[in-house]
């Protein structure tokens, strides 16, 4: 018992699992109890368990497994986890417990599977009893079928899933088992009752016994639906319901819901389908075409077999179609015929929607032939078409039909109207739109008037059956003008239809139309004679008056809804019934008179025609009295007007009286029951006055008066043909003004667009211009309610007119059409809404309709339909090309096209791709040419389209993806979205198909308002695409998966996830959850939007004038749509714009207070917080191929709080000139606001990418010239782009390197030139390597251009990811397509290869022997040897690693920040050639040097001074406090550069000249600070520093001298330590001034500036990379401009012109060739003098740059020379074998004597050896040949080196003898005090402070001879003393060292250097150095 004990003690999980059965049969117990106990179903506990419950129902023991069972049951309730066990359990269940002997074990299997099926897991168990079926156990294979049956009967047919039951029924029935057979009989009964007669086709193949069996049974089937019993957990809502009948005793309210419990089953969907294809007979073509007749009816015969199979596989029919057709058509024999038509229609029972691409081609044929009279051929066709009209729609066979319905022969019209009136039975008001009604309602009424009575009866028919289905609201408009009789048998014809979809929709319908006609008197109902319509007219009577009060309150919209006369008819509706109503006859003169006295006073009568124009004006002003007091049924309207006409009528002279008249006209209009009959009285009159000038207002407004009482459509025509009848142009041109606005008030519908186009046509060319501008205005007002169609009228104007139309139109884009605030539309309420809508869309296809349309048919002969399916491609070709010619001359052509669709499909996967191309551009054609219409075609042609997306060229993919688009811009979506033809497609698993598919889908469905259902066949594709193995299929579906959504919801799209494998639905739910967030809002309708505005309008526009004050009135508007606009997306934003627009002209003030203030407002941590957002996911993330607009609404949203609204509402306007403004404006802040720029600048640039999607050039031009000034700002800030700035700008900006424009593309170029100050070249590269892969060769060719430009300045470091994989990618591209995109690869590849040497090949791996041999040409070609790599490789680095770390917030160093990182960080800079920022490094070392050692300087300084000078150096403390003055405030410069500079800010500003100089020279002696200086800063210092130079009232001081002097030093350090940029650009500025106002300023002022120039050209060489040469030519070019050559002569100095010549000319020198590429700046310049005259330069010193380099060289030599002439030999050569003796500079000292020795042949350095060893004296020796053999062949280059910077991007200085011999002192030695000597004199020189000659200083660098200008001495001293340390830390800095030296030489006059990182340079230079010192021992 022990052992028993031992279990006891274990908790119920492992008691479960013990291997003693009494132990598990515990466990089972205790779970059992448990289970029961647990009350939170989503419990812990319940997790432990899960993978035990499968051992709970397959425990080996039987007594223990049914307890198990009992657990196991207990727990599939409770759990809420237990779904997860499903699969298992139940395949556990079928196996293990099916088969036992137990009754109660089988009971509880099958519970614990009805229970899973409760718990939503229906499809898994199912599944898995399935399986069960073909078990061998016929025991199992009973129990599963019990099972299904009992699951069948509980849960019914919706939930339990049929189609693969009655799969397996035929089977089980055939089973050798009696208890199989007979269970599966049970089960067919069971089956039957769900889905009745459905059954019988998928078992009529059983053995006829069973099937005689099951129909006995059948019949017994009680006939009352079945119910569901049992229900899901998440049906417990409808069993609550069933449960309340079942109480109430099952009334008849059930009724209803009870249908909706039994789905309709289809038999359809539960067969098999079959191939018939195949089958067909192998001779079958050749057959049907033969003679005898006998022979084509074998074929008919066989396909009528094949095609008696209830359900076809879908395939490629055309052929076998287009062959029944032609039977159909053509063949003589009427028996054919009927085979043929039966054939057809058992294709299309067979095929069902799959049909539907072929109905098009094939109903024409059959109406065309029942011309036939026999009755079995007319059957059979009747059979054929109604099968093929349930494969297609109404829609897209309303054409043919149509086309049909006016044939001759009474049999067609009759069988069409019958056919007609079966199709309509078959739709519901849905599917029958007013569209479809208006043409089949007119076409009808033509038949109900036939002349044949079987037509009449047919048409008859017809009508009824339309009147029944869509019901009396929609149909009674188009019956206006027929009579009672006729009007009462098409009623009677309507009650006895029935239609296919049972009584329900009838009775819907009627139901709905009972409600409008009983509450209100409208005469729709009974048309009982014409009394009852007037008594329903006059009814109305008090009504009426509401909305025409101009000056009392505002009606509301719902009360006078009957006012217009007739109430329910919809918008349309309305036109019919109100024409009856108020008609009159004419009444003659005396009747008016007679009506008239009656209501008038005598006195008003008898004055109408007095001669005095006083009596007649009294006589009016009676007259309006009582015009206003009299009610309208007693206002006789034709009798008044008729007075009102009689002499003078509309002649009167007097325009009071005039005035008074029209103003009676109108209120008579308004108040009384005005008829069409009274408006012709005085239209005339009208028109005639409404040019006047003084009576045109009080004209328009009583013909608006008249167009409110008569409709505007019969008004406008009439009043636009009296216009034109007459000659005045004046009329003309206000009665088209008029109507512009009557169109805008009154709305569009009902208008005649061809009337008023042929009258628009005679104005436009009418002579007088007013007349042609009223026009084109009136066009643009109709444009906004027609849209594009319209301008296919007059695209035969003349150009300039058709331009000026053109951009009319472009001014009306984007803008929605006004809500209609007269007239009928406004007074519908809320009834009338989607009419509205609907009407707008008509409109414009009403106008395509009015097009004049060739038919082509004829042109499609069969002789060209074989062209196009030759064998010979150029016959094909021939063929395509005839058929783009015949659409061509055609322009707009009918829907019959013959055989065209079926030859052009074939073509579509021609062999040849110029062929398929060539056929997309013929089928984008023909969708333009065609209009709506091509809907028909979209399944024949529009799908093989959608196929060749496919296709693996990228230009045919895109070609296909234009066409597609045009098609559906054409035809909608809907046809696209329809049928089973796009998820095939999408099902097939070609990559390219499935991504451009989702693409296209993603753009469009988010578009669409709602969708066909037959879109969640796509689902399960998308899923499987969503797991592709193609990256960008995945991506595209993962984009495409939110708007699947929007449409299907997400329920119904995690529903479809069940069929999916269960790690892959994880995977999609997860997907599906992430895109609920995303899953944008349906697009709301837009006349609902509009109405809603119409409120606003409408209270307006009746407001009393008084009322109506200007704020008032913007209130009223603006505060409308806030509301509205949280509920309609992008519709209510549209509709705003409009609104906001007709406010904002109203008050002028308001606008321009709110345009002041900033325009970016800072919000603190908001852009940290937007990035958030979009890296959770909170927002999309800026990524698209095209904007979508809810990218553009999100942007919108995150702008509104940082931006101005009045600049947003410019940004975000749909016209591009107000983005224009915008970027105005912008350009004009971005100084002033340059932090708010950043602050926003990551919305900035995404609004910019916006801007490149836009079309208009100019919007573009603009936004790059902002993007060049916002990226220079930033780089002058120090700004960093973060990543996610960075990701969502630059592909969007690289995208328009491609653009075809040459500007363009240089800007972009540019733009990302000045991008790498901001952001790291090697992230620039990796989307710059993005570019290359694009479609558009231009954008590959100028990206790989723009990676060689990198790779020149950054050197191989920027390649990413690795350079050998980016020179793979790169090199791809020499074997690209396009001639420029090769070249562009191979430049790019030698490029690098002058960069990185023949390692290239090693990382380009294997290039076919072709391009490889392209490119070993090219690099032969270029020979240019592989120079060293460049010098910004070094800084590259740096720079990326800041900029990781610089984390968003410090972006912007703070002013207080340590100095030296954003010195560093301006190091980082390093850029292209267009500014090299290496500058800071000098003044950082400078900084260290003062900070570590300031007191020993201090007490230097004045030893030397003290000491070493006479009284006459004096002055040369003058610039000794210059340096101290600050200096203290160096020492904590580091900690606080802040106050540094507000210190020597505020010493600018001192009273003291000599403090304000010293504190100027202080500023620009920190480099950082003196670059900030901008172009107009440094113009003006300069303008004023040379100003008081030349001053004489300074010379009159004491010290004028002295100021003078230090002013000079101040010019020259301004000079060289500013940015080299802006400092040339101001002296040219400067110069340019200066000699344009040589009279007001002496000459010496441009002398100066000259000589200033002149320094910088010296300091050229050094600077050259650090200058942006496209803004200096820039510069230069506008001089050249002002001053072109012959003016520049003539001047009295040939100075200027000197001066430019030695700029251009040296420019020239240092950059060779390359210069002409920086005239990028220059508009035209072609035109420019500048590249003349540099080409000209260019030829000139190509031949001579070699000489010169020497002969400069040799200069420096002899100057050295002198100077050693000087100096004592002995000395030097002391120096130099000290050197060869010391350990380290053994090397140096060699070389230095080999110098010495080659210059100075003569010398004797025998004394100096023979004191020496032997040892050392053949070491001598040895060192000096290897020097010469090494020296060899290289000639002077080591000179030269100092000469020409040989790459872009780096200068190697040529050091100077600033580094002077205290180098000496590394080897501890002492120095002689001459040394020292020697440096004073050179420090006194450089002073300005020696007499000496100044030819005799030395050189500054082998370039730079003597300076213009004294240079100022900068710490230089301090220099000296520092030297020996620097020495030590050579050791450690290797690169530094010679840096550190050059460049604190260059305080004395050279300029800055970037470090070299040629090894060669640095020891050439060090020898250099060296002999410098050396020669000036």
């Known amino acids: 018992m022990g052992d028993d004990n031992e279990w006891m003690k274990l908790p119920i999980d492992q008691k479960c699992e013990h291997k003693l059965w009494k132990a598990r049969l515990n466990g089972y117990e205790e779970a059992l109890k448990l289970f029961q106990k647990i009350d939170d179903e989503k419990s812990p506990e319940w997790s432990k368990y899960l993978g035990l419950i499968k051992k709970f129902v397959t425990d080996s023991n039987a007594v223990a497994q049914l307890k198990g069972l009992e657990a196991a049951l207990a727990y599939v309730e409770n759990a809420h986890v237990a779904g997860k066990t499903t699969g298992e359990v139940a395949s556990g269940v079928v196996n293990k417990v099916f088969n036992q002997p137990k009754a109660r074990a089988k009971e509880l299997g099958l519970d614990i599977c009805l229970m899973y099926i409760e ?3 229906g499809e898994a168990v199912q599944e898995e009893l399935l399986k069960g079926l073909d078990n061998k156990n016929p025991k199992i294979i009973v129990a599963c079928i019990e099972t299904l049956r009992k699951a069948l009967s509980e849960f019914g047919s919706k939930i339990i899933s049929l189609k693969p039951i009655i799969k397996v029924l035929p089977k089980l029935f055939e089973s050798r088992e009696k208890a199989v057979r007979d269970e599966a009989k049970l089960l067919a009964v069971e089956i039957y009752r769900w889905i009745r007669d459905a059954l019988r086709p998928p078992l009529q193949n059983i053995n006829s016994v069973q099937l005689k069996e099951l129909e006995e049974e059948w019949v017994k089937v009680s006939s009352a639906p079945p119910k569901q019993t049992r229900f899901l957990r998440s049906q417990q809502e409808l069993k609550a319901k069933f449960e309340q009948q079942a109480v109430e005793g099952d009334g008849d309210g059930g009724g209803d819901d009870e249908e909706e419990a039994v789905p309709q089953v289809d038999a359809y969907e539960l067969l098999e389908a079959v191939e018939i294809l195949s089958k067909l007979p192998k001779d079958f073509y050749e057959k049907i075409e033969a003679k005898k007749w006998q022979e084509r009816k074998e074929a008919l015969e066989a396909v009528e077999l094949l095609v008696k199979n209830p359900k076809l596989e879908s395939g490629d029919y055309a052929d076998l179609v287009k062959a029944l057709k032609k039977v159909v058509g053509k063949d003589t024999n009427v028996m054919l015929v009927a ?13 069902r929607k799959k049909f539907g691409q072929y109905a098009g081609h094939v109903v024409p044929t059959i109406l065309e032939k029942f011309k036939e009279k026999k009755p079995q051929v007319v059957q059979a066709l009747q059979e054929a078409i109604d099968a093929i009209f349930l494969t297609t729609t109404l829609q897209n066979v309303s054409e043919d039909v149509l086309a049909v319905m006016d044939n001759k022969n009474p049999t067609i019209k009759q069988q069409t109207s019958l056919f007609i009136a079966r199709s309509f039975r078959h739709c519901t008001p849905s599917t029958l739109p007013k569209s479809l009604l208006k043409p089949f309602c007119a076409a009808l009424l033509k038949h109900i008037n036939d002349s044949a009575p079987e037509v009449r009866d047919a048409g008859f028919e017809a009508l009824g059956t339309a009147l029944k289905v869509a019901g009396e609201k929609a149909v009674n408009p188009f019956l206006a003008d027929v009579d009672k009789l006729k009007l009462d048998r098409i009623k009677e014809c309507a009650e006895k239809v029935e239609l296919v979809y049972g009584k329900k929709t009838g009775g819907a319908a009627e139901k709905k139309e009972g409600k409008p006609l009983t509450g209100k008197t409208s005469a729709l109902s009974g048309t009982g004679g014409d009394k009852e319509t007037k008594d329903a007219a006059i009814k109305p009577g008090p009504l009426k008056k509401a909305p025409v009060v101009k000056s009392g309150g505002l009606p509301k919209k719902g009360k006078p809804a009957a006012a217009a006369g007739t109430g329910g008819a919809g918008a349309k509706g309305k036109k019919g019934p109100e024409t009856k109503e108020i008609f009159e006859s004419e009444l003659s003169v005396e009747i008016c008179e007679e009506k008239a006295a009656a209501v008038l006073p005598a006195s008003c009568i008898q004055q109408l025609d007095s001669g005095n124009w006083k009596e007649r004006l009294a006589c009016m002003e009676e007259f309006q009295k009582a015009v206003e007091l009299m009610e309208r049924s ?33 209120l008579i209009a308004q108040k009384g029951n005005f008829s069409k009959t009274s408006a012709q009285v005085v239209l005339d009159g009208l028109v005639d006055k409404v040019g006047d000038v003084k009576c045109g207002s009080n004209a328009k407004e009583a013909m608006t008066a008249i167009a409110e009482a008569c409709q505007l459509p019969w008004t406008a025509e009439q009043v636009v043909a009296m216009a034109f009848s007459q000659k005045n142009p004046k009329n003309q041109s206000e009665t088209l003004n008029w109507l512009s606005n009557a169109i805008k008030e009154f709305g569009f519908s ?19 211009p007013a007349v042609r501008t009223s026009a084109i205005t009136l066009l643009g007002v109709m444009y906004l309610y027609v849209g594009p169609p319209l301008r296919m009228f007059f695209e035969d104007e003349k150009p300039a007119l058709l331009s000026q139309i053109d951009a009319e139109f472009e001014k009306m884009q984007g803008q929605m059409a006004p809500a209609p605030t007269r007239g009928i539309s406004v007074h519908s309420g809320g009834g009338g809404d989607d009419g509205e809508e609907e009407e707008q869309e008509e409109i414009g296809k009403d106008v395509v309709d009015l097009l004049p349309r060739t038919d082509i048919g004829d042109k499609i002969t069969a002789d060209l339909v074989s062209k196009i399916g030759d064998k010979n491609w150029k ?11 015949i659409i061509n001359d055609a322009k707009f052509i009918e829907p019959n096209i013959g055989e065209l669709p079926a030859a052009l499909k074939s073509r579509l996967n021609d062999s040849n791709k110029i062929l398929v191309q060539q056929t997309l551009s013929i089928l984008q054609q023909l969708a333009t040419a065609m209009g709506p219409n091509i809907k028909q075609h979209v399944k024949s042609l529009g799908m093989p389209v959608i196929t060749v997306l496919g296709d693996s060229k990228n230009n045919v993919r895109a070609a296909a993806l234009a066409t597609v688009n045009s098609w559906a811009e054409q035809t909608g979506m809907k046809e696209w979205l329809e049928g089973e033809d796009l998820s095939e497609e999408l099902k097939k698993e070609n990559p390219f198909l499935r991504q451009e598919l989702l693409g296209w889908l993603a753009e469009k469905l988010p578009t669409l308002r709602s969708v066909p259902s037959d879109l969640l066949l796509c ?16 991506k595209k579906a993962q984009d495409a998966l939110p708007f699947f959504m929007m449409h299907l919801g997400f329920e119904k799209m995690a529903k479809a996830t069940s069929k999916l494998k269960p790690t892959s639905k994880d995977q999609v739910l997860a997907m599906l959850e992430k895109a609920k967030v995303n899953m944008p809002a349906k697009p709301a309708p837009p006349a609902k939007a509009s109405s809603r505005v119409a409120g606003g309008a409408a209270l307006a526009k009746f407001q009393p004038a008084s009322a109506l004050a200007e704020n008032s009135g913007s209130n009223t508007m603006e505060s409308k749509p806030d509301p509205k606009k949280a509920k309609t997306g992008g519709a209510a934003s549209k509709a705003k714009g409009v609104q ?5 002209s109203k008050p002028h003030l308001k606008e321009d207070d709110d345009k002041s203030g900033p325009i970016f407002i800072i919000i603190p941590n908001g852009k940290e917080q937007r990035m958030k957002d979009e890296k959770g996911l909170k927002v999309l993330k800026w990524n698209f191929a095209t904007p979508r607009d809810e990218y553009t609404e999100q942007l919108k949203t995150q702008m509104s709080s940082c931006v101005a609204k009045w600049l947003q509402d410019e940004m975000f306007h749909a016209d591009f000139q107000h983005h224009n403004k915008a970027l105005a404006v912008m350009i004009e802040h971005l100084e002033s606001e340059k932090d708010g720029v950043i602050n926003c600048l990551d919305l900035i640039l995404k609004w910019l990418t916006l801007r490149f999607f836009d079309t208009n050039t100019s919007v573009l031009m603009k936004t790059l010239e902002y993007l060049k000034l916002l990226f220079s700002l930033l780089s002058q800030e120090e700004y960093h782009l973060t990543e996610n700035e960075a990701s969502s700008f630059i592909p969007y900006l690289i995208l328009k390197v491609g653009e075809p424009k040459d500007v363009i593309r240089k800007d972009v170029r540019a733009i990302l030139n000045r991008m790498c100050l901001i952001y790291p070249a090697s992230k620039m590269f ?16 100028e990206c790989l251009e723009e990676l060689g430009c990198l790779v020149e300045s950054y050197g191989m470091n920027v390649c990413q990811p690795t350079p050998g994989k980016a020179l793979k990618e790169m090199a791809t591209h020499i074997g690209d397509r396009d001639n420029t995109v090769r070249n562009a690869a191979l430049n790019t590849i030698v490029t690098v290869y002058n960069v990185h040497g023949d390692q290239v090949f090693k990382l380009i791996g294997n290039l076919s022997e072709k391009d490889m041999s392209m490119l070993e040409e090219r690099i032969k070609r270029s020979a240019k040897r592989p120079s060293a790599a460049p010098v910004r490789q070094a800084e590259e680095k740096p720079q990326r690693t800041q900029n990781i770390s610089t984390t968003t917030s410090m972006l912007r160093k703070g002013p207080a920040e340590d100095m030296s990182s954003k010195l560093n960080q301006n190091r980082n800079m390093g850029s292209h050639s267009e500014t090299t920022h290496t500058v800071p490094r000098e003044f950082q070392l400078d900084l260290d040097e003062i900070e570590n050692d300031n007191g020993t300087v201090r007490c230097e300084m004045p030893a030397l001074v003290q000491h070493k000078l006479d009284d006459i150096f004096e002055p040369v403390l003058i610039p000794e406090p210059k340096i101290r003055a600050v200096s203290p405030h160096f020492d904590d410069m580091r900690s606080n550069t802040a106050s540094t500079i507000n210190f020597v800010i505020s010493q600018v500003a001192s009273g003291d000249i000599n403090t304000s100089i010293q504190a100027l020279a202080q500023l620009f002696q920190i480099e950082s600070l003196a670059q900030e200086a901008s172009t107009g800063v440094l113009k003006d210092l300069m303008h004023g520093l040379i100003t008081l130079m030349l001053d004489s009232r300074v010379e009159d001081l004491e010290e004028g001298e002295q100021v003078i002097r230090s002013v000079n030093l101040l010019v020259v350090k301004v000079l060289e330590k500013s940015d080299q940029t802006n400092i040339l650009s101001a002296l040219l500025v400067l110069l340019q001034d200066s000699l344009l106002a040589t009279a007001s300023q002496s000459p010496k002022f441009s002398e100066l500036v000259m000589k200033c120039l002149w320094r910088m050209v010296r300091l050229l060489p050094e600077t050259i990379n650090s200058i942006n040469l496209d803004r200096i030519l820039l510069d230069i070019h506008i001089f050249m401009k002002v001053f072109p050559k012959e003016k520049l002569k003539q001047s009295k100095s040939e100075l200027p012109i000197r001066t430019l010549k030695t700029l251009l000319h040296t420019l020239c020198r240092l950059k060779g060739p390359k210069i002409l590429d920086h005239l990028t700046m220059i508009d035209n310049k072609n035109e420019s003098e500048l590249e003349a005259h540099l080409c000209r330069v260019m030829k000139h010193s190509m031949d001579q740059t070699g000489s010169k380099a020497d002969k400069d060289t040799e200069k420096g030599a002899s100057r050295i020379e002198e100077k050693a002439a000087k100096a004592k030999v002995n000395d030097i050569l002391a120096e130099i074998f000290k050197k060869i003796g010391s350990k380290e500079n053994t090397k140096e000292g060699l070389a230095e004597l080999y110098e010495y020795k080659k210059k100075y042949s003569d010398a004797d350095i025998e004394p100096f050896l023979k004191n020496s060893s032997q040892f050392f004296q053949s070491y001598v020796e040895r060192g000096l040949r290897l020097i010469e053999t090494e020296r060899e062949g290289k000639g002077r280059i080591t000179a030269s080196t100092g000469i020409s910077p040989p790459m872009e991007g780096t200068c190697v200085p040529a050091s100077t003898y600033t580094v002077s011999s205290s180098i000496g002192n590394t080897n501890g030695e002492e120095v002689g005090p001459s040394v020292y000597l020697e440096r004073l004199k050179i420090l006194r020189q450089r002073c300005g402070l020696d007499n000496a000659k100044q030819e005799d200083r030395p050189p500054l660098t082998s370039l730079l001879s003597k300076p213009a200008l004294p240079t100022v001495a900068s710490s230089t001293d301090m220099l000296h003393s520092k030297l020996s340390q620097l020495r030590e830390s050579r050791e450690q800095y290797q690169h530094l060292d010679l840096d550190s030296n050059q460049t604190h030489s260059s305080g004395i006059g050279t300029s800055l250097a970037s470090h070299s990182s040629a090894a060669a340079n640095i020891d050439d230079l060090k020898k250099r150095l060296e002999r410098i010192k050396s020669s000036r021992k």
């Open 875 to 885: 016959i094909r070709k021939e063929g395509l090309d005839e058929v783009t010619s």
């Open 634 to 666: 007693e206002m006789p309207c034709q009798a008044l007007v008729r007075m009102l006409a009689k002499k003078p009528g509309w002649k009167e002279t007097n325009f009071q009286v005039m005035q008074m008249k029209l103003h009676i006209v109108a």
């Open 1326 to 1341: 990796t989307f710059i390597m993005e570019g290359t892969k694009s479609k558009n060769s231009k954008q590959r060719a």
């Open 339 to 351: 085979l043929a038509a039966k054939c057809l229609a058992g294709l299309a029972t067979g095929l």
């Open 750 to 768: 009902g208008l005649n667009v061809k009337a008023f186009i042929s009258n628009v046509k005679t104005a436009l060319a009418a002579t007088n």
């Open 1140 to 1144: 906001g627009k007709k406010v904002l």
């Open 119 to 121: 718990i939503e897991k």
């Open 1019 to 1034: 689902v399960p594709h998308l899923y499987s695409c969503l797991e592709d193995r193609n990256g960008d299929v995945r």
